[in-house]
């Protein structure tokens, strides 16, 4: 089933550079006691099984003359993410009829896998950057494959 979760751009970047924070009790094996970060919080709320593979998908909707800072601080993160343990794929995509719109697919081993990767300093530096790139919310879909 699609899901999504539409975010005002204020509250994604407050997201993403964890200045909001969810706890989250679970008995999960890939889940620590620690706090899930609240992107990873709203996963985990959307999928059957926290410790199970999962794809997320962003949609970025970027100010025309802010596209070319958009890819530059979507850089580290595309060069760095592929490295963490857990993550199967992190590709970011350009629609062709409109250079504006991305679309960043995700592919993790686990939630906590997630969890751990919003919490790494090159993503704080993204959102601290979003906030003044994008034109409207960004669109956050959850997928489990079929096997």
Known sequence: ML????????AFL?????????????????????????????AASKLT????PFVMTVQFFVKPDCVEG?????KEPLLETVKETGNRAYELSQNPLDETQFLL???????EALNRHLNQPYLAKLGAAL??????????NHYTPIE
């Open 3 to 10: 899901r999504f979760l539409p975010l005002p751009p204020l």
């Open 14 to 42: 407050l997201l993403t550079v964890g200045l909001i924070s969810v706890s989250h009790a679970s008995d999960a094996d890939h889940t620590t006691a620690e706090a899930l970060h609240p992107i990873a919080e709203t």
């Open 49 to 52: 099984d926290v410790n199970e």
């Open 70 to 74: 958009f890819l530059a601080a979507m």
């Open 105 to 111: 697919y995700e592919k993790w081993a686990h939630v």
């Open 131 to 140: 906030g003044d790139l994008l034109t409207v919310d960004p669109v956050i």
